[in-house]
T-cell receptor, first 111, second 118 residues
Framework: GEDVEQSLFLSVREGDSSVINCTYTDSSSTYLYWYKQEPGAGLQLLTYIFSNMDMKQDQRLTVLLNKKDKHLSLRIADTQTGDSAIYFCAESIRGSYIPTFGRGTSLIVHP | GAVVSQHPSWVICKSGTSVKIECRSLDFQATTMFWYRQFPKQSLMLMATSNEGSKATYEQGVEKDKFLINHASLTLSTLTVTSAHPEDSSFYIC??????????????FGPGTRLTVL
């Protein structure tokens, strides 16, 4: 299987919370990232979490890490139409500077 | 924040021609730049790591004679797709590491270049 796996699609109603899940295989992962890619654009780093953390919150974004299960999630509160994009989960090992990306989850927000 | 630009944003070329894509770090120095290729509904595939003043390191399966990378300065790396063919059509994204940062291993991504080979 792939090193980083994500579901490909998620559809939510505007105003609801979105939860995007990701699993990874490398237990030596040090950094775990969430990137956002809007249509025709490059990747924007949304947030990241160190592997020694369980949770990180940044405004509407909450990242949860279950290191035992190698599971990472991104929760977007009060999802807006502007949040529609592809969200990539990624992991890297300290010092490698090269993340391994998942295939991305397309988030569709409808009224 | 750190800004990375790419030029052109899209290009259409005939089969057999060569295409050069530029990646620039606008407000920081990038000792290392990365080139990725992205297929529709696929993840980013790292093609090569480019270090300023030295030869690029290519990932397994990437032809270095096909995809020429030059990193002549701390703010500019170029990717040249030589003798392009339709199968080279893709979205090419570059990223750069800020030489002055410490802590999180963050790359700053360019907006990407859409290459279509006819």
């Amino acid at each position: 299987g792939e090193d980083v796996e994500q579901s490909l699609f998620l559809s939510v109603r505007e105003g609801d919370s979105s939860v995007i899940n990701c699993t990874y295989t490398d237990s030596s992962s040090t950094y775990l990232y969430w990137y956002k890619q809007e249509p025709g654009a490059g990747l924007q780093l949304l947030t990241y979490i160190f592997s020694n953390m369980d949770m990180k919150q940044d405004q509407r974004l909450t990242v949860l890490l279950n290191k035992k299960d190698k599971h990472l999630s991104l929760r977007i509160a009060d999802t807006q139409t502007g949040d529609s994009a592809i969200y990539f989960c990624a992991e890297s090992i300290r010092g490698s500077y090269i993340p391994t990306f998942g295939r991305g989850t397309s988030l569709i927000v409808h009224p | 924040g750190a800004v990375v630009s790419q030029h052109p944003s899209w290009v259409i070329c005939k089969s057999g021609t060569s295409v050069k894509i530029e990646c620039r770090s606008l407000d920081f120095q990038a000792t290392t730049m990365f080139w990725y290729r992205q297929f529709p509904k696929q993840s980013l595939m790292l093609m090569a790591t480019s270090n300023e003043g030295s030869k690029a390191t290519y990932e397994q399966g990437v032809e270095k004679d096909k995809f020429l990378i030059n990193h002549a300065s701390l703010t500019l790396s170029t990717l040249t797709v030589t003798s392009a063919h339709p199968e080279d059509s893709s979205f090419y994204i570059c990223s750069a590491r800020d030489a002055g940062t410490s802590g999180v291993d963050e790359q700053f991504f360019g907006p990407g270049t859409r290459l279509t080979v006819l």
